[in-house]
């Protein structure tokens, strides 16, 4: 007799619009931990914004010289860039970091137009992270710790997040640059930061030096 033929495997699924993505707990720690670390300096700097507004003679704990100066950078126009102080809108958009690490630590899942929209806000962080760092070293010429707080969270997110979104299909790459998210994420961090860095350095190499 003819052995029957092989029965035929059922077709692949078409991708689910509405299939939902949740992350692990390390990456939902990483979120909590930088929303944390961005809102501690978002509120600090807010409060001392505050008393700076009413005691132009006050003098934040931060500003320790005429680099390290954060009374410096909270009186310069970049600093309320949309026309209220920056940190103000750090207190909304890290609390929304935390608000999504905390939902994953609880086994929450999102759609893919979510973190998309989620991304796109992280990128739009890093950029406008980016814009206050050269301000900082090359308009205002001085630092504020707080803030170099904020870029150093800014920037640990949008590399961790780029990397989750990369490695779970939800942000098309080509392969190479999938094996590098999956393996070297923390070398794109180290080099992020040391850039940053060195720029730092050489800016005022005369002053650290002296």
Excluded at 39 to 52: E, Q, R, V
Excluded at 94 to 118: C, N
Excluded at 170 to 177: D, K, R, T
Aim: proline share 9%.
């Amino acid at each position: 007799m003819t052995p029957p033929p092989p029965p035929t495997p059922p077709p692949t699924p078409a991708p689910d619009a509405r299939r939902t993505t949740g992350g692990g707990r390390a990456f939902a720690l990483l979120l909590v931990l930088t929303g944390a670390a961005g809102l501690l300096a978002s509120w600090i700097i807010t409060l001392d914004k505050f008393k700076l507004l009413e005691d132009p003679d006050f003098t934040p704990g931060c500003s320790l010289n005429p680099v390290l100066s954060c009374g410096s950078v909270m009186e310069s126009d970049q600093a309320e860039a949309f026309g209220f102080p920056n940190p103000m809108l750090g207190l909304v958009t890290y609390a929304v970091v935390i608000g999504v690490g905390v939902s994953l630590l609880a086994g929450a899942a999102f759609p893919r137009w979510y973190w998309l929209t989620f991304e796109a806000g992280c990128l739009f962080g890093i950029g406008f992270v980016s814009w206050l760092q050269y301000e900082s070293l090359y308009e205002i010429n001085a630092l504020c710790l707080w803030c170099c707080l904020a870029w150093l969270a800014t920037i640990v997110l949008f590399w961790y997040l780029t990397s989750f979104l990369v490695g779970a299909g939800l942000l098309p790459a080509p392969g190479p640059a999938r094996t590098l998210f999956a393996e070297f994420t923390w070398v794109l961090v180290v080099l992020h930061i040391g850039v940053v860095g060195m720029l730092i350095l050489t800016r005022w190499w005369d002053f650290w030096t002296s």
